[in-house]
């Protein structure tokens, strides 16, 4: 299981829905939801910069999590 | 970790020994119990494990989580202080939760969450609390700090835990709910209310809309985040204001469509544990499930086993949701 780095481009894709994961952890999914429509709202880089590393600091708080853990394997394939 | 419906001397007996418990019960209940290591909130509306769901006056439920956590603070927070439930607290751990229903804390939680500094960060679970049906409108829903004696019916109230060692807990819902086939609704504002919506992107009048489609107000509007359905359920009509009113805030942009029908909830609930795996029972460290889902789908004498806990006017689960079962899971590393 690894945490991708806050810069690697699989963050954005998955806030912009340009990559979609079948995750399993609930507070990440509940962020993507709200992030996605925010983006809709604006789609600025510092909107998205924002999105990006709130998910990110989402999955490395919650590394002991099991669901967020087998997310983690989900999106490093 | 122990989920139980008890009288009050056996209440009373498990908070001198010393307990951390997390209480559900009418107010004239919790208001004689003593001071100790609880936080609560009222209702008399319950799902017990012997005899399903029920409605007493006189019982309180009891959910004992001594053994899953190392150390606990019980926080106070009013409506403007609430943003920082999610970074206070201990990093390994969960929070707790009890909201008085209506309350500016209550509102302001619904509204906000969603956006507070680090959402998600660690588990957050909890309930609105309320009132007897009897009671509506004579009655307000109240909160109880048990380590202070103080009962409050404005701010929130929470219990933020600091997991024994070698322990991990994940929050889950149980929605039964999921998007109809119908039309596409939006709102131009978040809110609890709305006279506006746009339906596949056409404006029209929401009461109107409703009255025209003879929608079922008994099931949820429902928002699909990222595969978590959530739901928004019906307060009321006011057809004179032109006015729909909602338990949970609408949110500006997000879609919603109307559920499909649950037909025999019970049933329902069943099917789904089975197709999702079930969650052990020893491993539920509390869970509560929602007044609508009590009284629209007839729960009284029901059973919805692994889950019991109390039957509330909101649920929370790391932000205000309706007719969801909640449930927080602790289980070993």
Redesign the interface.
Known sequence: MELPAKSHPVWADIVTGKAHYDLKFMAAKIFIGRCSRLIEEDSSPEMLKSCTEKLHGLYAKNTGNPAAQEDLKTISG | MEQSILGIAETKAKILEGRTLLLAGDENALRKLPKGNWIGGTIPYFITRPLGGLASRSMVHVTDVTDAVAAFEIIRYDHGSLSRVFTDGA??GFSFIVLPARSIAHLAFALNA??YN??????LVGWISGVHLDDLGEVTPKVFNGQTGAMFSEGGLVLHADLAPGK?A????VNLFEQGDGDVLTFPVDGFSAREVLVNGVKEDFASYIRRNELDTRLPLV??????M?NTSFQGIDDAEGEVTFYAPV?K??QYKHAKPVEDYETAFKNRLEAEGQVAEDRVAFSCNCILNYLYSGLEGKRTEPFVGPITFGEI???LLNQTLVFLEV?D?
């Open positions: 990093e390994h969603p956006g680090d959402f998600g960060v660690r588990p991990v994940n929050v889950g819902i928002a699909n985040y990222y595969g978590v959530v949110f942009g997000l689960a790391y932000q289980g590393v």
